[in-house]
Structure formats: C-alpha cells, structure tokens
C-alpha cells in the first residue's frame, strides 16, 4: 500500500486537487512518506513543496527531506558521470546512442532537473548496432542481467539488454521502448523520430525530441507496469503541462507510433491518480478516444495485475513482418540456446507458459477438423 | 562539471572523476554562484566582506579555504594572473 500523501507529493507544481496536510504530519507517518519517495524518485517534489512553504514540517522533518534529495541527487550526477563515459565509449565504436527517460526527462521536460532523479540509464540503440553497443560494454566489464536468447535476437526482435556494471550502475540499451507487439510498431516509426540534445558537463547529449520523450513516458506508464506507477504518471502529467510541448504534435506522433490508444490510456491515469485539472485539453481529447477493438485486444496484454507475457509475446509474432523473421523469433522464444537455458528461470517460465498457449491454440484449431 | 542547484546551496561533481560530489550551502555557495563568471581571491574577498559584513582577514580565510576545496575536486581553474574560474560551465545566473 502507497504511503499516506505520496500521492500529494506526486502532484506537487501540477494543477492537482490534492492538498498538501495542514499541519505537521506525525513522526510515523512522515517516516513512511520519506521512504515512499526514496523509492519513488519524489524527493525533489517533496523537497520543493517544502522549500516553497507548501508543506508544514518541523525543523527535524525539514532537514530529512533536504538530506534524503542530497543523497538521491548525489547519485542522479554520479549516473549522470557515468552516462558521458558511456556514451563516449558507445560513440568510440560508432554506436549513435539517444539517452532516453530519467537524464533526459529531468533536463528537458521538468522545470529543473533536481525535481527529476533516476535510478540507472537508458539509451536508444538502433537495432543493427545493439550488439557492437552490448560487446563494448561487456568490454569494460559490464554484464547482462538476462541472456540472449539466441545470438542476434538483440539486434532484430528483443526490447534491448539490460546491462550491469561492476559498480552496480545499470546501464538498459533499448533497441525499441516496449515489449510485445507494441515494441515492433514503435520500433517501426522510432528512425523517424527527430532528436534534440541537452547540456551535460558542456556536452550536447542527443535525446528523442520533447513530443517524444512525453509519448515515451505515456507508453513506458502504461506498457512498463501494472498498474502505472505514481512516478511515471507524474512524468506524463509534467510532460502534457510543459508549455513547448503541443497536443496537435503529440497526436500526430502517436498515430505514427500506433500508440494513441496507449497514450489517452496514460493520460487518463494520470489525471484520475493525481487528480489533475479537468478542464486541460489533453484530458478533454483523451476522454474523446475510443480505443477501437484491435487496440483493446493490443494492449489487453499490459493491464491489469498479472500482465500477460506470453499474450504480449504472441502479439509481437503478429507484428513482426515476413515469415522468415517470424519463425526466428518463435523459434528463439520457445527454443532458446541450450547453453542458455540453465540462469534463464525467467525466459524458461516464459517459454513454458508459451509452449502451453500454442498447444491449446493447436488443439482448438484441430477440433471443428476432428 | 555536472552540477544541480538545491535549496539549500549546490552539489557538484567533475564529469570525469571519481570524487563523490561536493554539497556547496552558505558562504561557499555564494562564492560558487560569484564564479559564473571569473573573479580574482580579492574580488571574492571583497564581495563576501559586502554580503556577510564580515573582516577582511575572515572573509579572505573563507574564500582561500572555498577555493582550495573547489581546486581540489577540480572544479574550478585558476590562471597564472589568480584569476578563478568554474572549470567547465557556468551555473546559471539566477537561481530558480
């Protein structure tokens, strides 16, 4: 259960009926609201509410809140450091990396990037340079958290490689920003999505443009968990307020990404959760949507409490294209390498779970012949 | 220089070290935000004195000991004439 007020702290500096306390909220549960935004990357919101006299603490309370944004911002440098060796490496090597969500969501799309932390970095690959950008980090010691499948599922059909270094930093290399059928469909229109670039250490660092990193925390919100996280709805909620940010674009790039549907979906959470403005136009337009029946049987995968991963595997094979392609990633799914089966608990229940699904298909298919 | 104003002063790390980053509150933080653009230990001695109503002596004590941090975690540069500097990018003028 979310600790009382974290939702509050979620809505700080949105348009939001959520009201901060009264008066000093009492030691136990100022406690557990501190945790709450640890873990929930809000330090920086509840940090601010205070600063700005919104939210009533005592002099013990408010030097908490100072201290735990210090140590959460200390490591956002720390990965921010790591983030410019990084992409240097990648670039050594000729891999053209576009950061993607904590870094540059708190640089562009938040009013200040000490509202935004992050907990490891993510980097757009393209497909055809996934492997060069994974071996270059296996290079300086870095390890996958989960095989590969099959020696080039990376580079043409996975989410991407997620990527530990010795330091604990995680580094994910996403080859597109989904699982299932809606990676395939926005991994389609992500080459065609323009870039833009932000300041680190007086480097420009190359990023998806704001309309893109706004639909990305849509999909990332919806797609990346069920139900939404407060943290992620509250990247959508800054994102759909930032004044650059037009809904005409945004709309147009959703229907490129075939992820309308997604993105009112996430709009629509966010404003219920975080109890935002009802008269935004964003709000208005989502509520106007109607998901047609393909779109509902897409993303039926992704809601609710036990996301359905072999739905979402099988809704990949129907995205992916040509029959070739199509039977390399069955076949890497349900017959993963040998060598790779024993670490792969994960990819094993998946399989398992697969396997089950195609043999009741196979035997509902042969029933009306029999 | 990777860097985020707080509110209670600045944390700030080289880009390519290895230090933990430095938290900047108080006198120090003034010194950092005076450092946007390049000063001499005089100048900054000057302006502390002007702020914090503080002796000559003291405030030099102040600004020396800042800068010799700020050295030491290599973000800041002086020039042969004791010019001081940020080392990479300024903060920006105003805080939020």
């Known amino acids: 259960m979310i600790a009382p007020w974290t939702e509050t702290v979620a809505a700080h500096g949105l348009p939001t009926g959520h009201r901060p306390p009264g008066d000093v909220l009492a030691a136990s549960t100022w406690s557990r609201l501190v945790t709450e935004c640890r873990r929930r ?42 983030l410019l060796g990084t992409l240097a490496r990648l670039e050594s090597v000729g891999v053209q990396a576009r950061v993607l969500k904590g870094p540059a969501v708190a640089h562009l799309v938040y009013p200040d ?65 989904a699982q299932g059928v809606y990676g395939e469909l ?30 990305h925390a849509c999909v990332h919100a919806v797609l990346g968990s069920a139900p939404p996280t407060l943290e992620d709805l509250r990247d959508v909620a800054v994102a759909l307020h930032h004044p650059r940010i037009e809904l005409d674009d945004l709309w147009e790039r959703a229907e490129a990404w075939q992820a309308t549907s997604v993105m009112c979906h996430a709009i629509g959470a966010a404003w219920t959760e975080l109890r935002l403005d009802d008269e935004h136009p964003a709000i208005a337009r989502a509520n106007r949507h109607r998901p047609d029946r393909r779109d509902r049987r897409r993303m039926s995968p992704y809601l609710g409490p036990g ?19 199509r039977v390399a990633y069955l076949r890497a799914v349900v017959l993963p390498d040998s060598a790779l089966r024993s670490p792969t608990r994960r990819w094993r229940r998946g399989v398992d779970s697969l396997r089950t699904r195609l043999r009741a298909t196979s035997r509902t298919r042969r029933r009306p012949t029999s | 220089m990777l860097w985020r104003r707080l509110h209670d002063g600045w944390l700030l790390v080289a880009a390519d070290g290895f230090d933990d980053p430095v938290h900047l509150e108080g006198s120090a933080s003034d010194v950092w935000e005076l450092l946007a653009v390049p000063h001499t230990i005089g100048e900054l001695t000057r302006s502390v ?39 990479e990018i300024a903060p920006p003028s105003s805080p939020r």
Not at chain 1, 146 to 155: A, T
Not at chain 1, 193 to 214: N, Q, W
Not at chain 1, 307 to 325: H, K, S, V, W, Y
């Open chain 1, 41 to 82: 990357r809000l330090c920086g919101a509840l940090a601010d509410a205070i600063a700005r006299g919104s939210w009533p603490t005592t002099e013990a309370q408010r030097t908490d809140a100072f201290d735990a944004q210090r140590a959460v911002t200390s490591r956002d440098l720390l990965l921010e450091q790591h």
């Open chain 1, 113 to 177: 990037p000490a509202l935004r932390s992050f907990r490891d970095i993510d980097l757009l690959v393209p497909g055809d340079q996934m492997d060069r950008a994974v071996a270059t980090l296996m290079g300086v010691g870095a390890r996958r958290r989960y095989p590969e499948p099959r020696p080039g599922f990376d580079r043409r059909f996975g989410k991407g490689a997620a990527m530990r270094h010795t330091n604990r930093v995680e580094v994910d290399l996403h080859r597109t920003l």
């Open chain 1, 186 to 215: 926005v991994h389609r229109a992500l080459a065609a999505t323009p870039s833009a670039t932000f300041t680190l250490a007086g480097r420009e660092v190359e990023t998806l443009d704001r309309t893109g990193l706004a639909l």
């Open chain 1, 307 to 325: 996301r359905d991963t072999t739905a979402m595997t099988l809704g990949q094979l129907g995205a992916i294209e040509g029959l070739g392609p």
């Open chain 2, 49 to 87: 004195v002007a702020q914090f109503g503080i002796t000559d002596v003291a405030a030099r004590g102040a600004v020396e000991s800042c800068v010799a941090a700020l050295s030491r975690h290599r973000l800041i540069e002086a020039d042969p004439a004791g010019v001081v500097r940020d080392a």
